[in-house]
C-alpha cells in the first residue's frame, strides 16, 4: 500500500558528497514526519535526522552541520533527500528513510525503505 523507496547511495572518497533520496508512494492520504536512519553490521540502526511536517529539523551531534534533510512533493510523491557534505568514513552504513504515513486520514504508522549503502574509504 505504501511504499518508501531510497537511491542515491554508493561510494565515495573521504571529504566526498553524496545526495540520498527517498519517494514515499502508494495509498497516502498525509505523511507526517520523515527522517533518516543508518546502520553498520552488527549495531542498532540510529537516526540520523528528522524532518517534521512544519519543515524543522533534527539531527544528531555527529552529522549536525555536514547534513542537510529537506522535503518536498515531486511528481506526486512525498519525497525526503539527505545531502551529505565532508563525509567521513565513519558515515559507512546502510541508510534507511523512514516516514509516518496516514493512509486513510486516520492512524499513523511507519514505513520503511529498503536501504542504501554509503561506503566512504579514507
Known amino acids: 500500500q505504501v511504499q518508501l523507496e531510497e537511491s542515491g547511495g554508493g561510494l565515495v572518497q573521504a571529504g566526498g558528497s553524496l545526495r540520498l533520496s527517498c519517494a514515499a508512494s502508494g495509498k497516502i492520504f498525509d505523511v507526517n514526519n520523515m527522517g533518516w536512519y543508518r546502520q553498520v553490521p552488527g549495531k542498532q540502526r540510529d537516526l540520523v535526522a528528522t524532518?517534521?511536517?512544519?519543515?524543522?529539523?533534527?539531527?544528531v551531534d555527529t552529522v549536525r552541520g555536514r547534513f542537510t534533510i529537506s522535503r518536498a512533493r515531486d511528481n506526486g510523491k512525498n519525497m525526503v533527500y539527505l545531502q551529505m557534505d565532508s563525509l567521513k568514513p565513519e558515515d559507512t552504513a546502510v541508510y534507511y528513510c523512514k516516514a509516518h504515513v496516514s493512509p486513510y486520514g486516520l492512524a499513523y504508522d511507519e514505513y520503511w525503505g529498503q536501504g542504501t549503502q554509503v561506503t566512504v574509504s579514507s
Open positions: 524532518i517534521f511536517s512544519g519543515g524543522s529539523t533534527n539531527y
